[in-house]
């Protein structure tokens, strides 16, 4: 009997998904619940297992394709272990036999549109053969050869959407999503464009008086909150010159699915908000004796390995109810006070970053944060991860301190307004009291949007967070 696999729904607002890799190939045998194949979302990215066992007999959507939810992408044959009869096998061959094409960009895409305003989110990478490539610039005059049905293959049923609705033909607009995916902010910057195509300003006539600039339209602050800012006039992903000359040595790679979001997250952040950073020295010695008092009784007792982020999560919450203004959003010309603290917290992968959010963090003890912490982590680094697991943060931390950085600017993480850089934490000779001691000593780095937050409130806040690290005053 033979069992239809299908795009799976990965959370209520993702209405389809992109095929990463495919980790069984026709003919091979799967058991229930082994990995299938790898796909990205706009939320998160995530190994989908087989829904039963058998032998793939069918991948109808290839590495690389996005289709909305409930599609079919395979069918398995569960009637036994039974090998794929050589016919069969010849007239869908593997999709690993063709080597994915690299995605071009069409012309210069705009930047994100203000609806695309998430949270990076991510996760897997396919494998991509490194190759030497032709210039982006050599495919920018391909243009679609079949109408209604590539149009199709090409975009999202929200874009068709869209496209019905404003009376556009998807066909004929570039697309700047994987394979010249027609991307929802596509659509919205090509009626944007065409709108002010068809509005030319008239030509000024002799002697006539320059009239009068129109004055700005007020609105009811419920309309104008929800309107962010305008998108950034240069995309992350911009195609300029070509970076190199001819007759240089290079390779081009096209950049995964996380890889281009990152991207356009990063740059659309830094267009939102007016960042600057503060720094501040932390002394982690006494939280450090705490950390080696309990650290053994975690490991043995509960199966937990700690580290200082729980500390500093602490730190961080109670930081939070002295200067609240930190845990807040901006929604137009309003600033919303989230009730909720929930952390997001960097994890970096092979592939990529991604930020994991602790829920209701402040109603968490040190031993409930580590553990949370650590498996959040490990399901990030196995693909794990569920959509709303990366979602709802309302104020981030990320650690280049692992990795042995002393300090750090970090981007802000939209809609949240600060997110916190913690350095490497080590022996250092500082002077106390005009004596030189060894002290476990940390910086951090709070990026702040100025549009909110200035840097009194700022350096206020992370000396309150330094405060409990320094004096080891953690509730609980």
Known sequence: MSEEVKMPQMGESIAEGTIVRWLKQVGQNIKRDEPLFEISTDKVDAEIPAP?????????????????????????????????AAPEAAAAPPPAAEPPRPTQPAGVPTGPSPQARQQPTTGALAETERRVVTPPAAHTAEKPTEGEDLAKTRSSPLVRKIAAEHGVDVSQIEGTGLAGRVTKNDI????????????PAPPPTAGAVPPAREAPRTEP???RAPQPL??????????????????????????????????????????????????????????????????????ERDGVRLTFMPFIIKA??????????????????????????NIGVAVALDWGLIVPVVRQADEKSVLGLARTVNELGDRARTKQLKPD?????????????????????????????????????????????????IRQIGYFGLSFDHRVI????ADQFLASVRDVIESASYNS
């Open 52 to 84: 039963s066992s058998g032998v793939l007999t069918e991948i109808k959507v290839k590495e690389g394709e996005t289709v909305p939810v409930n599609t079919v992408v395979a069918v398995i044959d569960g009637d036994g272990s039974r090998p794929v």
């Open 389 to 437: 697991e990366v979602q709802g943060g309302t104020f981030t931390i990320t650690n280049p301190g692992v990795f042995g950085g002393l300090v750090g600017t970090p981007i802000i993480n939209q809609p949240q307004v600060a997110i916190l850089g913690v350095g490497v934490i080590k022996k250092r000779p500082v002077v106390i009291n005009d004596a030189i001691a």
């Open 188 to 199: 919205l910057s090509f009626i944007e464009n065409r709108g002010a195509e068809r509005k």
């Open 230 to 299: 305008a998108a950034p006039a240069v995309h992350a992903n911009e195609v300029g010159p070509p970076p190199f000359a001819e007759g240089d040595r290079y390779e081009i790679e096209p950049m995964s699915v996380m890889r281009r979001r990152i991207a356009e997250r990063m740059v659309e952040s830094r267009h939102i908000s007016a960042h600057v950073t503060s720094f501040m020295e932390v002394d982690f010695t006494e939280t450090a004796k705490l950390r080696d008092k309990l650290k053994s009784e975690f490991a």
């Open 454 to 457: 200035d840097g009194a409130v």
């Open 316 to 341: 961080v919450i109670e930081g939070i109810k002295k200067w609240p203004i930190v845990n807040s959003s901006v929604w137009g010309d309003q600033i919303v006070y989230k009730k909720d603290i």
């Open 221 to 223: 602050a419920a309309a």
